[in-house]
């Protein structure tokens, strides 16, 4: 993969192309590897600090589902791609500030970590006339009743929230999220951290046996998440190529 992203459009669309087609031997080979049919796991293309011209290209390419964790780059880039049926999934950890923005466009919001942002998308939504789906963000590193060091809920606070959307109106609980912790017992370990969402997620489906969504891996323990049971994947560099630096 190249790090250039000054291409002229022929060599980009044919670099995501390549990319692309590379992600998805990956994907069907954890597939086969775990014993699931390919059509189990969903890609979702992270296109943060990328163009939108890029996003037509994925659509082109057969992608409908893209995801963003800033809304002032996704803002403007989901308006330039309007007319594209793309499913837009939000995954930063998300401001209630930002919130009347980012259902401007976002489908699936799949950071909801804590009570006030339930309350703040929730009053978006009934506004907005929208039906939003909400991912509980699950921290695997965090303490009973903590936070995440990169957003989400501790594991015990899980069936709270849940309710919480469960009773919302414009809200619909689509299932779990959650990134691979840096610190505490699953660093350096995706696929016990995997097994563990997995396992939130199985008690989570006795309740709201809809929220059957779990998204977890990216583009470097995609097998991992596969093996342990995703049904989403949320991978970008792998398909984007390396994201230049700042400053």
């Known amino acids: 993969m190249t790090?250039?992203?000054d291409l002229p459009d022929p060599a980009r669309r044919a670099e995501l192309a390549e990319n692309l087609a590379m992600v998805e031997e990956?994907?069907?080979a954890a597939c086969a590897a775990a014993g699931r049919p390919r059509e189990e796991v969903t890609l979702?293309?992270?296109t943060?600090?990328?163009?939108?011209?890029?996003?037509?290209?994925?659509?082109?390419?057969?992608?409908?589902?893209?995801?963003?964790?800033?809304?002032?780059?996704?803002a403007p880039k989901a308006a330039a791609c309007a007319d594209l049926d793309l499913r837009w999934h939000f995954v930063g950890q998300l401001q209630t500030n930002k919130v009347r923005s980012v259902l401007g466009y976002a489908d699936v919001v799949q950071s909801v970590d804590r009570m006030k942002l339930v309350t703040a998308l929730s009053a978006g939504a009934v506004r907005a006339g929208r039906d939003v789906g909400?991912?509980?963000q699950v921290a695997l590193d965090a303490d009973a009743g903590a936070r995440g060091e990169r957003g989400g809920v501790a594991p015990d606070g899980v069936a709270e929230l849940a309710a919480a959307i469960e009773e919302s109106k414009g809200l619909r609980l689509d299932g779990l999220m959650t990134v691979a912790p840096l610190a505490g017992t699953y660093a350096g370990r995706q696929r016990a951290a995997f097994g563990r969402l997995l396992e939130i997620s199985s008690g989570l489906r006795?309740?709201?046996p809809?929220?059957?969504?779990?998204?977890a891996g990216m583009s470097a323990d995609l097998e991992?998440?596969?093996?342990?049971?995703?049904t989403h994947v949320r991978v970008g560099t792998a398909v984007l190529g390396v994201r230049p630096r700042l400053g």
Do not use: W
């Open 26 to 28: 990956r994907i069907a």
């Open 206 to 208: 006795v309740v709201h």
């Open 224 to 230: 991992e998440a596969v093996a342990a049971g995703a």
């Open 134 to 136: 909400c991912l509980i």
């Open 44 to 46: 979702i293309v992270v």
């Open 48 to 74: 943060k600090t990328y163009p939108a011209s890029d996003v037509r290209f994925l659509h082109e390419l057969g992608v409908r589902n893209v995801a963003e964790n800033r809304d002032q780059d996704a």
């Open 3 to 5: 790090e250039r992203h």
């Open 210 to 215: 809809a929220a059957n969504m779990v998204s």
